[in-house]
């Protein structure tokens, strides 16, 4: 069984950062397929940003430049770095794990005032 604890969430004024992460532990053959969706509210879950098992990141339009995943493997943990915050990022941040299902995280909550 795979378990994931995320952290880093909180409040941020609009230009600012936060960092999120994302621990693994249980039965993980690493390298895996690891990433983030988001939920603003009244909207529908979306990409946020993803790394393959081969380290290929892909990211949602709207995030592009200004977040940075990335992912440290000895630590069965990925990283989810957020600058230049905009008001409309403010959503539940769900971080997933792939292996043969789909692991997710508890979410964490990200509000950036303007």
């Known amino acids: 069984q795979v378990q994931l604890a995320e952290s880093g969430g909180g409040l941020a004024q609009a230009g600012g950062s936060l960092r999120l992460s994302c621990a693994g532990s249980?039965?993980?053959?690493?390298?895996?397929?690891m990433g983030w969706y988001r939920q603003p509210p009244g909207k529908q879950r979306e990409l946020v940003a993803s790394?393959?098992?081969?380290?290929?990141?892909t990211y949602g339009d709207s995030v592009k430049g200004r977040f940075t995943i990335s992912r440290d493997t000895g630590r069965n943990t990925a990283y989810l770095q957020m600058n230049d915050l905009k008001p409309e990022d403010t959503a539940v941040y769900y971080c997933?794990?792939?292996?043969?299902?789909?692991?997710w995280g508890q979410g964490t909550q990200v509000t950036v005032s303007s």
């Open positions: 249980g039965y993980i053959v690493l390298p895996k397929p």
């Open positions: 790394i393959s098992d081969d380290g290929r990141v």
């Open positions: 997933f794990l792939t292996t043969r299902t789909t692991y």
